[in-house]
């Protein structure tokens, strides 16, 4: 669209020769010889830039200054001034002019000077819409996002906060689950009660238990002393029970009966105690082939899923990404970090295994190792631009990963598949050994022997 420039100067060869000047560059221009009429014009026509003359009969430029930004903050103003009156340009700068131009100047000066102006006000707006639009999900608390599928699930968040409802958030490792979860808390009415999360696959099975009911003095080997477990930490609030999926088939009664009657028993113990628990779970299994593997409960899921909420993965919201960048960036302090043609079309183009977990581990390295504030695709891991093939452009095809003509190191391989997989999974250790077919503590082993740290 044509940009829209007003001059206002009241000497008209003057006048005349930038409206010549600016229409040759491409510029929509409108033009009058006094301050009173330049303002009717600015209020009818909204133009992106105003040129005003500093000394004029009537209405000067200072006056017009101070009226369009009294209508208008992002409307940017330049001074026209003569050389011996430069000292009243600086206050119109200190007013909230943009920059000025004096008298004579040439043509190349005045497109420079009103091209840099338009270039800051197009910068300026995209940098108001991100923020307009951080602003409208920083309610979500880092829910991220303006995609439709993200839209629609900030409306089940704002429909379902304020309820009793359980509901079942699903979706990969790396989307956003808990921060979905503490959202649905931050906006009910037991925000002001505690929000106590804990991981069911994070937990031995043989502690999962006493963690999640407590336990009394005695009721084991080891218990010293009494628990008090998280649904009791939780009373009044919310438990958010994340990879509910790998709750143990044999604790799966007691959960049922604490949702049910809203009371618990500890482990040990014979009093049972009453609570009043809201309850929102978490999983990245395939809740539907759980259930018929008969590895969880059909009458639980049903109890925990009154409302489901699923995650799309970040492949199916590329529109996303570049709001992410630019949060992830302000997050981490890093304001004035951008991301130029090239980088955007790889992070588009990327399967975003991780999801919006690796992202943000990715923007964190980035920011570490740059050598600018401009990020290009040169500045990006291979497997970003590549896809997740192995080093070398000439290859042939071995299974799933495609294998350098000059051969490659096993060792490395093996290391590179344990990362990914672990970056695949959002870094959960029990999630990247079922995808790797190992038991978690061959992963771990791996993980040891090749130096591979959870970041």
């Known amino acids: 669209m044509t940009q829209k420039i007003l001059i206002i100067d009241d000497d008209a060869s003057l006048r005349r020769v930038m409206e010549y000047n600016l229409q040759e560059a491409g510029y929509q221009v409108l033009s009058t010889a006094d301050g009173e009429a330049g303002m009717r014009l600015f209020a009818k026509e909204s133009p992106a830039l105003v040129i005003t003359d500093m000394k004029m009969p009537g209405m000067d430029g200072m006056q017009v200054l101070k009226l369009v930004k009294a209508y208008s903050q992002e409307t940017l103003v330049i001074i026209i001034t003569a050389f011996g009156t430069v000292d009243l340009a600086v206050e119109a700068m200190k007013a909230g002019a943009y920059d000025y131009i004096t008298k004579p100047f040439n043509r190349d000066d005045l497109k420079?000077?009103?091209?840099?102006?338009?270039?800051?006000?197009?910068?300026?707006?995209?940098?108001?819409?991100l923020k307009d639009e951080?602003?409208?999900?920083?309610?979500?608390?880092?829910?991220?996002?303006?995609?439709?599928?993200?839209?629609?699930v900030f409306d089940i968040v704002r429909k379902v906060a304020d309820t009793e409802a359980s509901v079942l958030i699903t979706g990969e490792s790396g989307t956003g689950k808990e921060l979905v979860a503490r959202s649905i808390h931050l906006h009910s009415s037991r925000r002001t009660e505690p929000f106590i999360a804990i991981n069911c696959a994070a937990i031995p099975?043989?502690?999962?238990?006493?963690?999640?009911?407590?336990?009394?003095?005695?009721?084991?080997?080891?218990?010293?002393k009494d628990k008090t477990g998280k649904f009791q930490l939780a009373d009044g609030g919310t438990l958010f029970l994340d990879e509910v999926g790998e709750l143990p088939l044999e604790l799966q009664p007691k959960l049922l009966r604490a949702l049910q009657e809203k009371v618990v028993e500890p482990v040990g113990g014979t009093k049972p105690y009453k609570l009043d628990v809201r309850i929102v779970v978490a999983t990245n299994l395939d809740m539907e082939k759980a259930l018929a593997d008969a590895t969880f409960r059909e009458d639980l899921y049903y109890r925990l899923a009154v409302i489901p909420i699923h995650l799309p993965p970040l492949r199916e919201r590329h529109d996303d990404i570049a709001l992410l960048l630019r949060y992830f960036c302000g997050k981490l302090g890093a304001d004035t970090v951008s991301f130029d043609a090239g980088a955007m079309a790889a992070l588009n183009s990327y399967q975003w295994p991780g999801n919006v977990r690796e992202l943000e581990n990715l923007i964190e390295r980035l920011l570490i190792m740059r050598s600018s504030d401009i990020i290009t695709r040169n500045d990006l891991p291979d497997k970003i631009c590549n896809g997740s093939t192995i080093r070398g452009s000439s290859s042939h095809s071995c299974g799933v990963i495609n294998l350098p003509d000059e051969g490659y190191s096993l060792e490395q391989l093996e290391r590179e598949v344990v990362v990914e997989a672990l970056e695949r999974n959002g870094w959960n250790q029990?999630?990247?050994?079922?995808?790797?077919?190992?038991?978690r503590h061959t992963l771990i082993y791996r993980m040891e022997k090749y130096g591979i740290v959870t970041p």
């Not at 951080?134 to 629609?152: F, H, P, Q, V």
């Not at 099975?205 to 010293?224: C, Y």
């Not at 999630?431 to 790797?436: I, N, P, S, Y």
Request: proline share 1%; aromatic share 8%.
């Open 134 to 152: 951080l602003s409208n999900t920083a309610d979500y608390r880092t829910i991220i996002g303006s995609s439709k599928c993200m839209e629609r």
């Open 205 to 224: 099975r043989d502690l999962l238990e006493s963690e999640l009911f407590g336990h009394v003095k005695g009721a084991f080997t080891g218990a010293i």
């Open 112 to 129: 420079l000077t009103v091209a840099k102006a338009l270039q800051f006000s197009g910068l300026a707006a995209e940098n108001k819409r």
């Open 430 to 439: 029990t999630a990247a050994a079922r995808f790797l077919h190992i038991p």
